[in-house]
C-alpha cells in the first residue's frame, strides 16, 4: 500500500524560508504527478505547485517566484522550497501523488496528513 508523508514544518517569521519534503513508501509502478496543496484555517484546501513525472510545474499565482517544487525520481521523493514567506502562506501543507501502483492498473491519489507551516512574528 502507497503512503507519503511530509517533513519539515514548522514556525517561522515573516521573510524567512522553509522547506517541506515528501517521501513514499510502498510499490509505485509509475508517477504521473506530485504536488504540494495547503489548507488554511477556515478555508478550501488549495494546490500550491505541482510538477508532472516530465518535469512540468504549475504554481499559483500567489507563491510564483517565491516557491519552488522539485522532484528527486531516484527514490519517490519531492520537496517544496519556500523562500519570502508571508503570514497567509500559513497553513497545512498536504503533499499529494497521482501515481499508477500496477502495470495496467488505474491512476490512483495518495495523500500525506500534512505538515503545519505557520508564518509569524
Known amino acids: 500500500q502507497v503512503q507519503v508523508m511530509e517533513s519539515g514544518g514548522g514556525l517561522v517569521q515573516p521573510g524567512d524560508s522553509l522547506g517541506l519534503t515528501c517521501t513514499t513508501s510502498?510499490?509505485?509502478?509509475?508517477?504521473?504527478?506530485m504536488a504540494w496543496y495547503r489548507q488554511a484555517l477556515g478555508s478550501q484546501r488549495e494546490l500550491v505547485a505541482r510538477i508532472s513525472s516530465a518535469g512540468d510545474t504549475k504554481y499559483r499565482d500567489s507563491v510564483k517566484g517565491r516557491f519552488t517544487i522539485s522532484k528527486h525520481s531516484a527514490n519517490n521523493t519531492w520537496s517544496l522550497e519556500m523562500t519570502s514567506l508571508k503570514p497567509e502562506d500559513t497553513a497545512v501543507y498536504y503533499c499529494?501523488?497521482?501515481?499508477?501502483?500496477?502495470?495496467?492498473?488505474?491512476?490512483?491519489?495518495?495523500w500525506g496528513q500534512g505538515t503545519q507551516v505557520t508564518v509569524s512574528s
Open positions: 499529494y501523488l497521482n501515481a499508477i501502483v500496477r502495470e495496467y492498473g488505474l491512476n490512483d491519489g495518495y
Open positions: 510502498g510499490t509505485i509502478w509509475k508517477i504521473l504527478s
